[in-house]
């Protein structure tokens, strides 16, 4: 089955649907016209139920099929932007400062509301379809608010699956894998204590700028030596802040970064180590260090029969030689990872072709991407449940 022609019929609506929303960038929770523009477009849909508020400002809509069935699918699209000042140059570029549709969350949403809309003229499936429209997922945790507001089991839902564009992969192209496809993403946050003084009297000081020097070129050995060479991780210090005049050697200093993992038993590996190496280089020092680790989004896990089904889902669609089904996992994060903690399902990786990357100031969503999504998402929930 390659792309559903019906989508190229009201192609130019979902552009025009995904560039409105591209002007009108929200971060977090705080997505309330996205989410009305959603609930909007649903209701005039013919969705059989919409109802808002979940999970603070996410949006659910329903879709029955012409057959019953006691199955449920849930496909799931991020809705919130980034604090980034956009410089594309687009006629539709951001018209808020300091916000944009860094990410693609703006084509993801368009492109469900298309499937949306297919789905509920044709109903071509015996069960249940669930469409969430989702706040917050960068850094906000908006996929775990939604499940703690009953989402999978208000609506029943047995099996969720998601969708992220990708940069650099062509168009007409995607990638899915079994077992872990996103890191789990933790943060941390280093606060040094020495005794501060004169810059020209270092003797009579501990130096947390130098302690926290010390400290960054420790934390590069967690993946090189502490880790086995099989195994991924990634450990960035990005944040130092110490001092505020030149001729003063400062009390304190600060270390913030993050830390990014697989597998469990290396999550914990990775704690540990930075734990222990930042108090014993502080020490060492005659310093003190105050450890803040935060565990944030866990690893996005693909069930494997899930998986396997959305490959073949995607071939059906692009091709199967287009399919990548063995894809190497993504150091980035994604909070759909407590979705599928909670359901089976999968998460796939779309292409958007050659253009600037996520979370760059001169990204933007592809709209040549949109048949592709639109039929991807129609064609797993009318395969999953064949009329």
């Not at 302690?211 to 991780?233: F, K, N, Y």
């Not at 089976?344 to 292409?351: N, Q, R, T, Y």
Request: aromatic share 6%; net charge negative.
């Amino acid at each position: 089955m390659p792309i559903i022609n019906r989508f190229a019929d009201f192609h130019d609506d979902i552009v025009a649907w995904r560039r409105d929303i591209h002007s009108h960038p929200e971060l977090l929770y705080e997505v309330h016209r996205t989410a009305a523009t959603v609930a909007d477009k649903l209701r005039a849909f013919g969705l059989d139920e919409v109802v808002t508020g979940i999970g603070r400002t996410g949006v659910v809509g329903v879709i029955r099929g012409r057959r019953d069935g006691k199955r449920v699918i849930a496909l799931r699209a991020d809705m919130d932007a980034l604090p980034i000042a956009e410089e594309t140059g687009k006629p539709y570029a951001s018209t808020v400062a300091g916000k944009m549709h860094a990410c693609g969350h703006d084509g993801h949403t368009a492109m469900l509301l298309g499937a949306a809309r297919y789905l509920a003229e044709t109903r071509n499936f015996a069960g249940t379809a669930v469409v969430i429209f989702q706040p917050a997922e960068e850094g906000g945790a908006g996929a775990k608010a939604m499940i703690d507001d009953g989402l999978m089991e208000r609506w029943a839902i047995d099996e969720v699956y998601g969708l992220h564009n990708m940069p650099g992969l062509a168009v007409g192209k995607m990638r899915t894998r079994v077992g872990p496809i996103m890191a789990a993403t933790d943060e941390f946050t280093l606060t040094v204590r020495g005794r501060g003084g004169h810059a020209a009297r270092p003797h009579d000081t501990v130096d947390p700028v130098v302690v926290g020097a010390a400290i960054v070129q420790a934390l590069q050995t967690v993946v090189s030596r502490a880790l086995d060479p099989l195994e991924s991780a990634v450990v960035s210090v990005t944040k130092f802040h110490a001092g505020k005049v030149t001729n003063v050697i400062t009390d304190t200093a600060s270390l913030a970064g993050t830390a990014r993992t697989l597998k469990p038993e290396v999550r914990d590996l990775v704690e540990a180590r930075i734990r222990a190496l930042a108090d014993g280089v502080a020490t060492a020092h005659g310093a003190a260090v105050t450890v803040d680790y935060r565990r944030n989004y866990p690893v996005t896990r693909n069930h494997p029969d899930n998986a396997a089904f959305a490959a073949r889902v995607a071939g059906e669609v692009v091709g199967a030689a287009n399919v990548d089904d063995d894809a190497a996992p993504v150091m980035g994060g994604e909070d759909f990872s407590y979705m599928l903690e909670q359901r089976p399902g999968a998460f796939a990786f779309i292409g958007n072709g050659d253009t600037a990357g996520l979370h760059n100031s001169s990204y933007d969503f592809n709209d040549a991407v949109i048949p592709v999504g639109c039929s991807y998402w129609a064609r797993l929930v009318e395969t999953a449940m064949p009329a």
